[in-house]
């Protein structure tokens, strides 16, 4: 068959044929910066839970219940878990503690069911329970732990004497020592072995002497250096090789957007001076909102993802296409103006599984949603479904405080599975790739069959793939249902049309029509799996027409 209006040079008509076209998996991840005509082919426009690694795109984790039931009947959110690393190597110290709006709970170990409350909060509203925490050794070889509550000032643990406010703290306001107000702390960090806190809407901050947990706390004044004002949000250390060595300067960080730096070791002496002070944007109402990570320190903002680094070297951080977020900043920027005033929002990041993570406060009438950076490949894609309001890295573990009293741990192949054992809910996923012309961008394209290249690890999944043609970002496949095939059958013991068949690492193609015409295309693929499912990449073929 010829399209007989199709003629070449000489007026002879010619016959379409069918190309192969090889789609790799977007290991470049989510790109909503360059435009949609000229974006790279590893790119995407989304893909929310096949997140973007070194061999194409892999079916986040699942996540599992640690513990329940925290708060008891009232089952209390937790907005932060809190870990402990003891100065043992067997670990037997190590504690992992659940901080919801009206306490303190342990959580160390697994299956936790409705804790008793360690400490009990003075004051419960929307701010308690958002906090910070860090770890600190004395000058007596103690380990400490003090975590600054929004609402409820600050606390100690110690493995021998548990939680506790700090005592001895002391300070002068001109009229003579009197107690610190340890109530109204509200943050807490460690800076070349002195303990900093800021107080509660307050522009100062004091330390005290090195190597100390208690004593008379000494005053720094950063509101004059703050030109647009507001109360501290946050002081964090961050490691700069300044040329004449490895150093640690203290970065500031304002409400209003302002950060100042300061290099030297003792507030008191010559060496003690401001490297300088820029403008990041405004901050969301949280106090997690700055990450050491390989030697950066990233701050979120409005301007979405900062590095440190690139403000000494004068880069417009709000103009930017190469800072750390770039790639997803219409899309963070957008939640973090929209959601300025939660306190859930943090900047995280999992060694163990290679992922840096923005938590975003929890959704009223939308899935939940985390932004997820591959830490390899530098690429982005969305956690969604993931009741995460907050997290962190411990013991090789990634907890997730969440709502309901429930702690979870990111890992396994189904989302809430329970401390009893109940396989939770397969894991849907999908995904846009970048648009393709192929080599003609102006001739039509009808794409007939699209084969999908997987590599699954203990199991199968249930996806369906197509073309979208002509830049239509907001198309939507619908996902096949899905069963379960996948399990721990035994042959001569398992009951025949009960028992499941277990499943190793298996290669496999899918095959799967299409329809439609355009002169670009790109894949979408939408399913859910209960296995760590790999999209390798697509093979399509497709043929080609006129000119239009």
Same mark, same amino acid.
């Given at each position: 068959?010829?399209?007989?209006?199709?003629?070449?040079?000489?007026?002879?008509?010619?016959?379409?044929?069918?190309?192969?076209?090889?789609?790799?998996?977007?290991?470049?991840?989510?790109?909503?910066?360059?435009?949609?005509?000229?974006?790279?082919?590893?790119?995407?426009?989304?893909?929310?839970?096949?997140?973007?690694?070194?061999?194409?795109?892999?079916?986040?984790?699942?996540?599992?219940?640690?513990?329940?039931?925290?708060?008891?009947?009232?089952?209390?959110?937790?907005?932060?878990?809190?870990?402990?690393?003891?100065?043992?190597?067997?670990?037997?110290?190590?504690?992992?503690?659940?901080?919801?709006?009206?306490?303190?709970?342990?959580?160390?170990?697994?299956?936790?069911?409705?804790?008793?409350?360690?400490?009990?909060?003075?004051?419960?509203?929307?701010?308690?329970?958002?906090?910070?925490?860090?770890?600190?050794?004395?000058?007596?070889?103690?380990?400490?732990?003090?975590?600054?509550?929004?609402?409820?000032?600050?606390?100690?643990?110690?493995?021998?004497?548990?939680?506790?406010?700090?005592?001895?703290?002391?300070?002068?306001?001109?009229?003579?020592?009197?107690?610190?107000?340890?109530?109204?702390?509200?943050?807490?960090?460690?800076?070349?072995?002195?303990?900093?806190?800021?107080?509660?809407?307050?522009?100062?901050?004091?330390?005290?002497?090195?190597?100390?947990?208690?004593?008379?706390?000494?005053?720094?004044?950063?509101?004059?250096?703050?030109?647009?004002?507001?109360?501290?949000?946050?002081?964090?250390?961050?490691?700069?090789?300044?040329?004449?060595?490895?150093?640690?300067?203290?970065?500031?960080?304002?409400?209003?957007?302002?950060?100042?730096?300061?290099?030297?070791?003792?507030?008191?002496?010559?060496?003690?001076?401001?490297?300088?002070?820029?403008?990041?944007?405004?901050?969301?109402?949280?106090?997690?909102? !700055?990450?050491?990570? &390989? =030697?950066?320190? %990233?701050?979120? *903002?409005?301007? $979405?993802? @900062?590095?440190?680094?690139?403000?000494?070297?004068?880069?417009?951080?709000?103009?930017?296409?190469?800072?750390?977020?770039?790639?997803?900043?219409?899309?963070?920027?957008?939640?973090?103006?929209?959601?300025?005033?939660?306190?859930?929002?943090?900047?995280?990041?999992?060694?163990?599984?290679?992922?840096?993570?923005?938590?975003?406060?929890?959704?009223?009438?939308?899935?939940?949603?985390?932004?997820?950076?591959?830490?390899?490949?530098?690429?982005?894609?969305?956690?969604?479904?993931?009741?995460?309001?907050? !997290?962190?890295?411990? &013991? =090789?573990?990634? %907890?997730?405080? *969440?709502?309901? $009293?429930? @702690?979870?741990?990111?890992?396994?192949?189904?989302?809430?599975?329970?401390?009893?054992?109940?396989?939770?809910?397969?894991?849907?996923?999908?995904?846009?790739?970048?648009?393709?012309?192929?080599?003609?961008?102006?001739?039509?394209?009808?794409?007939?069959?699209?084969?999908?290249?997987?590599?699954?690890?203990?199991?199968?999944?249930?996806?369906?793939?197509?073309?979208?043609?002509?830049?239509?970002?907001?198309?939507?496949?619908?996902?096949?249902?899905?069963?379960?095939?996948?399990?721990?059958?035994?042959?001569?013991?398992?009951?025949?049309?009960?028992?499941?068949?277990?499943?190793?690492?298996?290669?496999?193609?899918?095959?799967?029509?299409?329809?439609?015409?355009?002169?670009?295309?790109?894949?979408?693929?939408?399913?859910?799996?209960?296995?760590?499912?790999?999209?390798?990449?697509?093979?399509?073929?497709?043929?080609?027409?006129?000119?239009?």
């Amino acid at each position: 068959m010829v399209y007989r209006s199709n003629l070449g040079v000489l007026g002879a008509s010619f016959q379409p044929t069918v190309q192969p076209f090889p789609f790799p998996a977007s290991v470049g991840g989510i790109n909503a910066i360059d435009g949609l005509m000229g974006m790279n082919i590893t790119d995407c426009i989304y893909t929310f839970n096949l997140m973007p690694v070194e061999y194409g795109l892999q079916l986040r984790q699942g996540y599992y219940e640690w513990a329940v039931n925290i708060g008891g009947a009232s089952a209390e959110d937790v907005r932060t878990v809190v870990p402990y690393s003891g100065l043992t190597s067997s670990a037997s110290s190590d504690k992992v503690f659940a901080v919801s709006t009206s306490g303190i709970y342990d959580v160390t170990t697994f299956g936790t069911d409705n804790p008793t409350k360690l400490v009990t909060f003075g004051t419960i509203n929307d701010e308690s329970g958002y906090g910070v925490s860090t770890n600190f050794n004395n000058d007596a070889s103690e380990h400490y732990l003090f975590y600054a509550d929004r609402a409820n000032g600050i606390y100690q643990y110690t493995v021998s004497g548990g939680w506790a406010v700090p005592t001895g703290w002391q300070y002068d306001l001109g009229s003579g020592l009197v107690s610190f107000p340890v109530a109204d702390v509200r943050f807490i960090m460690v800076h070349k072995q002195r303990v900093w806190v800021f107080l509660k809407d307050s522009e100062d901050a004091w330390y005290l002497p090195v190597a100390s947990i208690s004593g008379t706390l000494v005053k720094f004044t950063f509101g004059s250096k703050l030109v647009k004002g507001g109360a501290l949000a946050g002081m964090f250390n961050w490691t700069v090789d300044g040329g004449i060595g490895v150093d640690d300067h203290l970065v500031v960080v304002s409400r209003a957007g302002d950060v100042a730096v300061w290099k030297g070791s003792d507030p008191t002496a010559a060496d003690w001076d401001m490297v300088g002070i820029w403008f990041i944007g405004e901050l969301p109402a949280s106090y997690k909102l !700055g990450l050491n990570s &390989g =030697g950066a320190l %990233y701050l979120l *903002s409005s301007f $979405g993802i @900062v590095d440190c680094a690139d403000l000494l070297q004068g880069v417009d951080v709000g103009g930017s296409n190469s800072g750390p977020s770039s790639r997803i900043n219409r899309f963070l920027r957008a939640d973090i103006k929209a959601g300025i005033a939660s306190h859930e929002w943090a900047i995280e990041t999992h060694p163990a599984d290679g992922f840096l993570q923005v938590i975003t406060p929890e959704p009223v009438n939308t899935p939940y949603l985390q932004y997820t950076q591959d830490l390899t490949t530098k690429a982005w894609g969305f956690w969604e479904d993931v009741p995460a309001l907050c !997290g962190v890295s411990a &013991g =090789g573990e990634y %907890y997730m405080g *969440s709502v309901d $009293g429930k @702690v979870y741990v990111y890992g396994g192949i189904a989302d809430g599975t329970t401390v009893s054992g109940t396989i939770g809910t397969e894991i849907n996923f999908r995904t846009l790739t970048a648009f393709t012309g192929t080599d003609t961008q102006g001739t039509n394209k009808k794409v007939g069959m699209v084969k999908t290249h997987e590599i699954s690890v203990g199991g199968d999944g249930a996806f369906n793939a197509t073309a979208v043609y002509d830049y239509n970002i907001e198309a939507r496949i619908n996902a096949p249902i899905f069963v379960d095939d996948a399990g721990s059958g035994v042959w001569d013991s398992s009951v025949w049309s009960v028992g499941t068949w277990s499943y190793g690492t298996e290669a496999k193609s899918t095959l799967r029509g299409s329809t439609g015409m355009g002169n670009v295309f790109a894949i979408a693929l939408a399913g859910s799996a209960r296995n760590r499912l790999n999209i390798v990449g697509w093979d399509v073929m497709f043929q080609r027409g006129g000119l239009l």
